[in-house]
């Protein structure tokens, strides 16, 4: 489907720039602009496709529908799905969490929606396609949507209600399974599409400088790191490589856009493919900043077993992903 | 007769966005109107807003979970 975009970077990097196709420069440069070309065009049309969708599941409508319905036991994949088409701000993640506590909804579905929304956005979707193809896209997607389920039903088993902090117990004590009036607005799809450009316009205005910065530096490995550097210290048979580049990642935070240009050079190079996607789930799907925006509204325990649970899950992830791929 | 903006957001990019165009579209059509930016989430949480940014024009919410248009602004503030 992007060989004419090959043709093009192929086509400036040899015939107009006259590098020689040898050069570790010529790679490098051949491969960023290349995949800078493919990934914001298919960037561009995914969040436009998701921002459709998103225009038909605003989160008011989702938390009424969770609160309202029994499904027993659908709900954590309800949550987990809402969560893959809704965007995801981390600014929001408190009012989001409150929202949706206020209105009943049990604490674990709630995580099911915290989790997988970070992890399966349209820009990762985007990003995924671009970088490793539709099959692990779609691999990875199902197993953010699983990681969320599975988190969330560990977590709501816990019963930790009686760690969130005061504020939020006082706030859900005056809300009594609040639900807002939701003025469905009956909005045509042509009357919602200005307003979904404008969405797509933001977005790609907020993650463009990253998705350059990460494919120009991935770009850079991609030509100066010889084939299977990584092998020798982190092959599929070491078998903390996975534990080890979950943990470290989990403080970090970066949005995907600038940290899955490079995890793919890492995997072209000879990262095991789990260990790379269980380093991203961490880096992507839980912070240092999160943490500290949590908690305001969980005790510290809470937060930390919210953490290490996710965190466990990323690993067995990691490990399966190895196994199967 | 002045109306009374808030911009709910706890300082992200999206929020000071917000806030920029709001002052904008404020200035440019010459609006009678003052602009507050509420970052406390306990302020925040008052309006019952799940997504931030969020506009409030006299105490309703307007806008939610995301930067308005200019074009919107300006009709829903004359």
């Known amino acids: 489907m992007f060989d004419w975009v090959q043709n093009i970077a192929d086509f400036i990097v040899y015939n107009t720039l006259e590098l020689s196709r040898d050069s570790k420069l010529a790679d490098a440069l051949n491969f960023f602009i290349y995949d800078s070309i493919k990934i914001l065009i298919l960037i561009t049309v995914i969040i436009f496709l998701m921002g459709i969708i998103n225009s038909y599941f605003p989160v008011e409508k989702v938390r009424n529908f969770l609160s309202r319905n029994k499904l027993y036991g659908l709900e954590y994949l309800m949550a987990s799905l809402f969560g893959v088409v809704t965007p995801f701000c981390s600014c929001s993640s408190i009012p989001l969490f409150i929202g949706f506590v206020k209105g009943g909804i049990p604490l674990g579905v709630t995580f099911s929606f915290l989790v997988t929304s970070p992890l399966v956005n349209e820009v990762a979707i985007g990003l995924f396609i671009g970088l490793f193809g539709v099959k692990i896209t779609i691999l990875y997607v199902l197993s953010g949507i699983v990681l969320g389920v599975v988190s969330g039903v560990i977590l709501q088993s816990f019963k930790l209600e009686k760690h969130l902090t005061p504020w939020v117990k006082e706030i859900l004590k005056n809300a009594e399974k609040e639900q807002s009036k939701y003025i469905s607005e009956h909005q045509s799809l042509s009357q919602r599409i200005p307003i979904i450009i404008s969405e797509v316009r933001n977005i790609l205005r907020g993650i463009i400088p990253y998705v350059i910065i990460g494919i120009a530096i991935g770009g850079l490995m991609h030509g100066y790191i010889p084939e299977g550097f990584f092998e020798q210290y982190m092959s599929k048979d070491n078998l903390f490589a996975v534990p080890i580049s979950t943990i470290m990642a989990v403080p970090m935070y970066s949005n995907a856009s600038g940290v899955l240009p490079i995890v793919q050079v890492l995997v072209a190079k000879g990262i095991p493919l789990g260990t790379a996607i269980a380093f991203m789930m961490a880096v992507v799907g839980l912070s240092l900043p999160e943490a500290m925006l949590l908690k305001k509204v969980m005790s510290i325990k809470l937060i930390s077993i919210f953490f290490g649970v996710v965190t466990l899950c990323i690993i067995i992830s990691g490990y399966l992903f190895n196994i199967i791929l | ?78």
Do not use: H, W
Not at chain 2, 60 to 77: A, C, F, H, Y
């Open chain 2, 1 to 78: 007769m002045s109306k009374e903006i808030k911009v709910l957001g706890t300082g992200c990019p999206k929020c000071m966005q917000t806030t920029s165009i709001i002052t904008e579209v404020v200035a440019e059509n010459d609006f009678d109107a003052s602009i507050e930016k509420v970052e406390d989430i306990m302020e925040i949480m008052k309006y019952n807003v799940m997504s931030t940014p969020a506009v409030v024009v006299d105490g309703e919410v307007v806008i939610k979970g995301r930067i308005p248009s200019k074009q919107e602004l300006k009709d829903l503030l004359s």
